[in-house]
C-alpha cells in the first residue's frame, strides 16, 4: 500500500535546533577573516530597511562580503579597544554600530562604492507609524487610478468595482464615473495604515530606501574616514 501522506505529530526532542553560539562564532570568525582579505570596510546605516533591496545590495556586490545585523558581534569581531581590535584603528569604528548597521567588506576603488550608494535610492510605498514626506489628495473631477500623478492623457479612470475598498478605507465618495475626491494625507502627519493602503492602491511612493555610508577604513594605510559625522563624536 502507498505510505499515507497525512500528517504526522514530530516531536520537538526530535527537531533540530539552531545552534545561535556557532551562528555567532562563525560570524566573529568572518568578520576577522574579512579584515585581512578585502582592501576596504565601509560602516553604513539603512534608512527604511526593506529585504528586498538590501538584496539587491548584496547581489551588487557579489565580489565583497556583507553583514547586517547583530551589532554586538560585530563590534566585538572588529574590537572595542585598541588591545582588542582586528587591525590598527578599527575599534574606531564600534560607536556607529547601533542600530540597523552593516559591515561592507570590498576590495573595489572606494569611490566606485561610494558613488554606487549616493545614486542608489529606490522609491517605495510608505509604511504605518512612518512621517509623510509629502501631502496626498484624491483630486475634484475624474478620479484616475493614479490620481493626478502621472499626466490625465497617460492615465485611465478608476473602476467602480474599487468603491467598495475606498468606502471601507473611510473615503467619503460615491464613484460615478469616476467622480470625487478626498484628502488622504499632508506632509509631515504621521501616517496610519488607512492612508499608506491608499496610498499604495493610487500607486503613491513616497519612502526612499537610502544606505548612508557612515565611515570607512582602508587596509593599506589603516586609516578611518568618518564619512557622515552627525552627532558622533569619534577621532579620526
Known amino acids: 500500500m502507498p ?14 535546533k539552531k545552534d545561535h553560539k556557532e551562528q ?20 553604513f546605516a539603512v534608512d527604511n530597511m526593506r529585504n528586498t533591496y538590501l538584496k539587491d545590495v548584496r547581489a551588487e556586490f557579489s565580489d565583497s562580503r556583507l553583514f547586517f545585523g547583530k551589532t554586538k558581534v560585530m563590534s566585538k569581531a572588529l574590537g572595542s579597544t585598541p588591545e ?25 576603488p572606494a569611490k ?16 504605518a507609524g512612518t512621517e509623510a514626506t509629502r501631502s496626498f489628495s484624491i483630486p475634484n473631477g475624474l478620479v484616475c487610478a493614479r490620481a493626478g500623478e502621472i499626466p490625465e492623457h497617460d492615465d485611465e479612470p478608476l473602476s467602480h468595482t474599487i468603491e467598495p475598498a475606498l468606502r471601507k478605507l473611510g473615503v467619503p465618495t460615491r464613484l460615478i464615473k469616476g467622480k470625487r475626491v478626498s484628502p488622504v494625507c499632508r506632509k509631515g ?20 530606501f537610502k544606505v548612508d555610508l557612515k565611515a570607512q577604513w582602508e587596509r593599506e594605510s589603516n586609516e578611518v574616514k568618518i564619512l557622515e559625522q552627525g552627532d558622533m563624536e569619534v577621532d579620526a
Open 84 to 108: 582588542t581590535e582586528a587591525a590598527p584603528n578599527l575599534h574606531k569604528l564600534t560607536p556607529f554600530l547601533t542600530g540597523a548597521v552593516g559591515l561592507l567588506f570590498t576590495s573595489r
Open 189 to 208: 502627519d504621521t501616517l496610519d495604515s488607512r492612508q499608506t493602503t491608499l496610498m499604495k492602491m493610487f500607486g503613491v511612493t513616497s519612502s526612499e
Open 24 to 43: 555567532t562564532r562563525r560570524l566573529y570568525a568572518n568578520i576577522r577573516e574579512c579584515v585581512e582579505e578585502y582592501d576596504h570596510l565601509f560602516l
Open 3 to 16: 505510505r499515507s501522506k497525512r500528517a504526522r505529530v514530530v516531536h520537538e526532542s526530535k527537531t533540530t
Open 112 to 127: 566606485s562604492v561610494t558613488d554606487y550608494f549616493e545614486n542608489f535610492r529606490p522609491q517605495d510605498f510608505a509604511r
